[in-house]
């Protein structure tokens, strides 16, 4: 969703109405595009409970559109060999009864100090924020989603996951191979019937 990650003011079919802040997709984009920040607090929930929540420390004050915008964007291509880094510690944090697999918060797999912002997590696989990069066979991990990159030029239409959220899956292919399905929610763009697109439960973020 480029108008939704990139755009100072652009929704992307989100909603700026603060009453649907937490049943539907939402922005504001006054402060996205005008409030810096030193701090980025995460919370993970559903239909506005509280789930579980973490905060970093952010390397640079700028605000969520400079971030958003520093790189790798579907305007300037997509670019393997750079990585841009948001944070590298953790300042506090509350994994309630999160899953292992949860990709922010807990991730107990890769790990959640380091946080990133339009970086490949492994083998073209592209998420607009992440935390640490994990191996290879398409473990997936992350918000905004652009998986096997390669196969579309700037940002384009694949069948692999193009997500608002996916999982840090247990097996191979984003969780088609079994176990814990990658995508969280139901927000996805599905092409050629998506094989590799697999529900794993109703979170927000």
């Known amino acids: 969703n480029v108008e939704f990650w990139e755009s100072a003011t652009g929704l992307g079919g989100a909603s700026d109405q603060t009453s649907e802040r937490f049943s539907r997709d939402y922005k504001d984009a006054d402060v996205f595009s005008n409030k810096e920040a030193k701090e980025l607090l995460i919370v993970c929930h559903n239909e506005g409970k509280a789930l579980g929540w973490r905060t970093w420390k952010l390397l640079e004050t700028k605000t969520l559109h400079g971030w958003f915008t520093t790189g790798n964007t579907c305007s300037s291509g997509l670019d393997t060999s750079k990585r841009y880094k948001m944070a590298d510690e953790t300042t506090g944090g509350d994994?309630?009864?999160?899953?292992?697999?949860?990709?922010?918060?807990?991730?107990?797999?890769?790990?959640?100090?380091?946080?990133?912002?339009?970086?490949?997590?492994?083998?073209?696989?592209?998420?607009?924020?992440?935390?640490?990069?994990?191996?290879?066979?398409?473990?997936?991990?992350?918000l905004g989603t652009q998986y096997d990159a390669n196969l579309a030029s700037n940002c384009g239409d694949t069948e692999r996951p193009q997500a608002d959220a996916q999982m840090r899956t247990e097996k191979y292919h984003w969780g088609s191979g079994g176990g814990i399905g990658g995508l969280i929610g139901s927000d996805h763009n599905c092409h050629g019937g998506c094989p590799w697109t697999i529900s794993s439960g109703s979170l927000d973020f």
Not at 118 to 132: G, I
Request: aromatic letters at 8%; a negative charge; charged letters at 20%.
């Open 95 to 142: 994994v309630g009864h999160l899953i292992e697999w949860e990709p922010l918060i807990k991730n107990t797999h890769n790990g959640v100090d380091d946080l990133y912002v339009n970086t490949e997590m492994n083998t073209n696989d592209f998420n607009r924020l992440s935390t640490n990069r994990n191996g290879g066979y398409n473990l997936g991990s992350g």
